[in-house]
């Protein structure tokens, strides 16, 4: 073949198509055309592509979900029909019971002391304050005294006015009665007349009442100076207690009125090593709440620790809050480790009643109640599944009981027994009718 652009172009034809997998090239056949080419061309083939082949995963595919749709459609048809009645049980079994009764209350000592003023006044000084130590007779605080040293020394004056007029009484009642003895001696011999007898008696008679009168204006006056001298000493503050200051409610200067109640000046704790909780315990637990019983509580201020005390007092005082009566337990701690303090809310746990190893039921088994079957609420009664399916009611004596058991007193009832304590709704049994893999998830409510 020439390079010259210029030579013509000469259409080869072709001679044969090789089919896709032929191995052999047929040879070239000589041309006699006079026209031909001196040397050989090789000859064009075409190599047509490969047809494909079907796979086999689609008739796989195709074969499963046939399988899967008729397995659904017979699970369908299975379940269409209404299920069986399925029941929740539990077993009856041993252990031990504690009933309890709870209740909120305040810790306060044992012994609080409120110490106010009989006075009035202005506060002139302060000896004690928060958590200061206070012995019997001391002083706390001092009410200024001027006003009552002077009311002191006006009901002294008073004293002695009241001293010179009984004197002056009494000297004229001995005036009065010597000149009644005097006319008394004369009238015999008729010096003087009876009417002047009977004035002198009647004088006499006037100055010793008159002295009577005095004699009681001067116990008066020394009432009054008494009472001045006792309000003189009440503007001294002392503590009645040997204790702990809790509380001081004035300051310097700050003037208190006892004129229609005691204002409180200190409250003392006699001893806060020993501490009681008052609780408020309903009207429908009060019954169980025995003196004697032990109880434990926990504050917010150790919520991990439990206090251990006893129910020491059950007064008959009931408290009613909005119609719902409630009666005062006093249960005693001991506090030696200070950690308590007046005021704190108290969660109390009282122990009513307690079984070491009785035959219980859950208390569920108690409140099932078989739908279309009549309800004797004299009697307890719990319904037991037995090993065929076969479910039968047993009536039964109930004993104590807490949150989650009741104590069987008496009943046709053993350990091990499968007691009813719910049915269980339908997709729940749907659920177990599943194959692994299949199970609904739970749903939201």
Do not use: C
């Not at 997998?21 to 050989?40: F, L, N, T, V, Y």
């Not at 252990?95 to 002139?124: C, E, R």
């Amino acid at each position: 073949m020439s390079g010259n652009p210029h030579d013509p172009i000469h259409e080869i034809p072709v001679t044969e198509i090789i089919p896709p997998g032929s191995s052999s090239i047929p040879a070239r056949h000589s041309s006699s055309d006079p026209g031909a080419h001196e040397r050989d061309l090789p000859a064009t083939t075409i190599t047509l592509p490969a047809r494909p082949k079907r796979s086999r995963l689609s008739w796989l595919i195709g074969i499963a979900m046939v399988a899967a749709a008729g397995g659904m459609g017979l699970w369908y048809w299975w379940t269409a029909g209404p299920p069986p009645v399925q029941y929740t049980t539990m077993l009856v079994d041993r252990g031990p019971i504690s009933a309890i009764v709870t209740a909120t209350g305040t810790v306060n000592p044992v012994v609080s002391v409120l110490v106010g003023s009989q006075v009035s006044g202005k506060i002139a000084k302060l000896f004690a304050d928060f958590n200061s130590a206070v012995t019997q007779g001391q002083t706390l605080a001092q009410i200024d005294p001027q006003p009552f040293k002077a009311r002191v020394d006006q009901a002294r004056a008073a004293v002695k006015s009241a001293r010179g007029n009984l004197a002056k009484a009494k000297n004229m009642a001995a005036q009065r009665k010597r000149e009644r003895d005097r006319i008394a001696a004369l009238w015999p011999e008729a010096f003087v007349s009876q009417a002047d007898l009977d004035l002198a008696d009647t004088n006499y008679r006037d100055a010793e009442a008159h002295v009577e009168v005095t004699q009681a204006q001067l116990d008066q006056a020394q009432a009054t100076l008494s009472s001045a001298e006792l309000d003189l000493g009440y503007t001294t503050i002392t503590s009645p207690v040997n204790g702990i200051v809790v509380s001081r409610n004035v300051d310097v200067g700050q003037t208190v009125a006892a004129s229609f109640q005691t204002p409180t000046l200190f409250v003392i704790a006699q001893d806060l090593t020993k501490m009681q909780v008052n609780a408020n315990v309903s009207e429908s637990d009060i019954g169980g709440v025995v003196e004697g019983k032990p109880a434990n509580f926990r504050v917010d201020a150790y919520p991990k620790q439990f206090f251990e005390g006893a129910v020491t007092q059950v007064r008959n005082a009931p408290i009613s809050i909005q119609n719902v009566v409630t009666y005062d337990v006093v249960i005693t701690v001991d506090n030696r480790g200070l950690k308590l303090k007046p005021g704190m809310t108290a969660n109390v746990t009282i122990v009513t009643e307690e079984r070491d190893n009785p035959l219980r039921v859950p208390n569920g088994a108690l409140r099932f109640r078989m739908p279309d079957v009549p309800v004797d609420r004299k009697t307890a009664r719990v319904w037991v599944e037995d090993r065929t399916g076969l479910v039968r009611q047993v009536p039964v004596t109930t004993g104590i009981a807490d949150s989650l058991s009741t104590e069987i007193v008496k009943g046709a009832l053993k350990e091990g027994d499968a007691v009813i304590v719910g049915i269980e709704p339908p997709d729940a049994q749907a659920e177990k009718k599943l194959p692994p893999g299949f199970e609904i998830g739970p749903k939201v409510k």
